[in-house]
């Protein structure tokens, strides 16, 4: 069964330093790979989605995601974090074999302004 | 306004008595998916559906039970055997199903059970 990780479970971090939440996933074959981000009292919003092509995927409010195929890797980057992106990070994968999202446990973003 | 909706936001019941969840979607979407999210776990599947009267476990299905009589609605009753049911129940949609995976899903507010 696919499983995902997302190593950092909450994170500290001052305006204007930049973020890297890693995600690695277990299953080798085809994956659509997604971070979601719940933002306190909010529902869950997709910021990036990756499907095929460029590995590096944009997505909104200034965040990207690498994915590198070799390393079963999705990481999310961010060169310049803001009070505003305090909220919790799911990392998600979908593969061809059971078409739902499976999840990683989350990490929580703190930025300290 | 499209989207997702569930109702309600809150719901408190008491121990030993079955309950009911509501998910209803207008996005015209053929899939539907009930989520448990917990502290520290993520979330966690508990059934899916691609299409009306067809639905499969997914990764925590003990417990709970589902229907999907009509595309827009997916709701999910958590029964007196699941033993922790506490917990915030998210339902989202896909909007194509069948062979296709390049979906992203669409979440709606939750609704937050306890059970006391």
């Known amino acids: 069964a696919q499983s995902v ?8 971090l001052s305006e204007a330093a930049s973020l890297e939440l890693g995600c690695n996933y277990s299953y080798g ?47 999310l980057r961010k060169p310049s974090v803001q009070w505003s992106d305090t909220a919790e990070y799911f990392c998600a994968v979908k593969d061809t074999g059971r078409r739902a999202l499976t999840f990683g446990s989350g990490t929580r973003l703190q930025v300290q302004p | 306004d499209g989207g997702i909706t569930q109702s309600p936001k809150y719901l408190f019941r008491k121990e030993g ?26 979330l966690r599947l508990i059934y899916y559906s691609q299409i009306v009267n067809d639905f499969q476990k997914g990764d925590i299905a003990e417990g709970y039970s589902v229907s999907r009589e009509k595309k827009e609605s997916f709701p999910l009753t958590v029964t007196s055997a699941q033993k922790n049911p ?30 006391v």
Not at chain 1, 5 to 12: E, F, L, M, T, Y
Not at chain 1, 52 to 74: M, N, R
């Open chain 2, 86 to 115: 506490t917990a915030f129940y998210l339902c989202a949609s896909s909007p194509r199903a069948g062979g296709e995976v390049n979906t992203e899903a669409f979440f709606g507010q939750g609704t937050r059970l306890t059970v």
């Open chain 2, 17 to 42: 008595q079955n309950v009911t969840l509501s998910c209803e979607q207008n996005l015209n979407h053929d899939a539907m998916y009930w989520y448990r999210q917990d502290p520290g776990q993520g």
């Open chain 1, 5 to 12: 990780s997302q190593h950092n479970h909450h994170v500290i």
């Open chain 1, 29 to 75: 074959g085809t994956v659509n790979l997604f971070w979601y981000v719940q933002y306190p009292g909010q529902h869950l919003q997709l910021l990036l989605k990756y499907f095929s092509g460029d590995p590096l995927v944009k997505g909104i409010k200034g965040f990207e995601a690498e994915f590198i195929k070799s390393k079963f890797s999705f990481n």
